[in-house]
């Protein structure tokens, strides 16, 4: 069993930058893949992001590529996702996930967190 939570989320204008994390615990959180996915109002959950489990691999969907960064600290039991030039389009629910291989499918996560809002103003 992992639990994770996510926090770091909040109200942020046009162009500003945020940093998510999400915090795991329970078991070997260090051999498990971690993704964000996000969600907003009316729209399908989608994939943002994803590192492998050692740190070595990483994905991202195009249309956050070069503004944001995944990254993780196992010493920690840590994921983050740090969020640059963020723009409306942004707005979502952003979640965490873990799952036993990388990928970009929410059907290959095992654990889920609950969610932090993100919210973009123009």
């Known amino acids: 069993q992992v639990q994770l939570v996510e926090s770091g989320g909040g109200l942020v204008q046009a162009g500003g930058s945020l940093r998510l994390s999400c915090a795991g615990s329970g078991r070997s959180f260090n051999t498990w893949a971690m993704g964000w996915f996000r969600q907003a109002p009316g729209k399908e959950r989608e994939f943002v992001s994803v590192?492998?489990?050692?740190?070595?691999?990483?994905d991202y969907t195009d249309s956050v590529k070069g503004r944001f960064t995944i990254s993780r600290d196992n010493a920690k039991n840590t994921a983050y996702l740090q969020m640059n030039s963020l723009n409306p389009e942004d707005t979502a629910l952003y979640y965490c996930a873990a799952a036993r291989v990388t990928s970009m499918r929410s059907d290959a996560y095992v654990y889920w967190g609950q969610g932090t809002q993100v919210t973009v103003s123009s």
């Open positions: 590192i492998s489990w050692v740190g070595g691999t990483t």
